[in-house]
């Protein structure tokens, strides 16, 4: 299983870190997501990082401010997110790839950006 | 990375078969066999129902079903159950290592 945490309310403009806990499998042999879903919106794919932390790719709306990192010997994964703006404003999930399919989620970290 | 095509709702009554369609690009899916669909009940995390246009992970039902045409998927659920009540996502692999979902379709079980 994935549990995040780090989630909260912040200014535009500010910053904050999701941290994701894996357990349960070998984090540095897959490819780890973080993907979120606006207030009673769909879902946006976000960043992810290849096994190893090998790559790491992002979204265009994401691009430039936040950073996706990984932690071997903790099995964790991680987002750092920089200059956020409302629309920044979800829950951010904490996901795994099984083959370019995301077998299993977390229960999300609410993140809000508001004045 | 424009956001696949879902209808906003589908409905049906229970033991009726209801298919969802997810329209793309050939950037995506029609570009790939790496179509995959979610579940996901109010306040709930989303669940994996078919990965790679028609495969089940285990657990879930054989009423599930995908298939793709062209730059269409589609999803459907036989002998609708009150619990199938659900939205809906698509998602496509888009190359680079980019992923593109649908907006999601609600599913209402009358």
């Known amino acids: 299983q994935v549990v995040e945490s780090g989630g909260g309310l912040v200014q535009p403009g500010g910053s904050l870190r999701l941290s994701c806990a894996a357990s349960g499998f070998r984090f540095n042999i897959y490819s780890m997501y973080w993907i979120r879903q606006a207030p009673g919106k769909g879902l946006e794919w976000v960043s992810n990082i290849r096994d190893s932390g090998s790559s790491m790719y992002y979204a265009d709306s994401v691009k430039g401010r936040f950073t996706i990192s990984g932690d071997n010997a903790k099995n964790s994964l991680y987002l750092q997110m920089n200059s956020l703006r409302a629309e920044d404003t979800a829950v951010y999930y904490c996901v795994r790839d099984i083959n370019f399919s995301f077998d299993i989620w977390g229960q999300g970290t609410m993140v809000t950006v508001s004045s | 990375q424009s956001a696949l095509t879902q209808p906003r709702s589908v409905s049906g009554s229970p033991g009726q078969s209801v298919t969802f369609s997810c329209t793309g690009t050939?950037?995506?899916?029609?570009?790939?066999?790496?179509v995959s669909w979610y579940q996901q009940h109010p306040g709930k995390a989303p669940k994996l129902v078919i990965y790679d246009v028609n495969k089940r992970p285990s657990g879930v039902p054989d009423r599930f079903s995908g298939s793709k045409s062209g730059n269409t998927a589609s999803l459907t659920i036989s002998g609708l159950q009150a619990e199938d009540e659900a939205d809906y996502y698509c998602?496509?692999?888009?190359?680079?290592?980019?992923?593109?979902f649908g907006g999601g379709t609600k599913l209402t079980v009358l």
């Open positions: 998602c496509s692999f888009a190359g680079g290592y980019s992923w593109v």
């Open positions: 050939s950037s995506d899916v029609g570009g790939y066999n790496y």
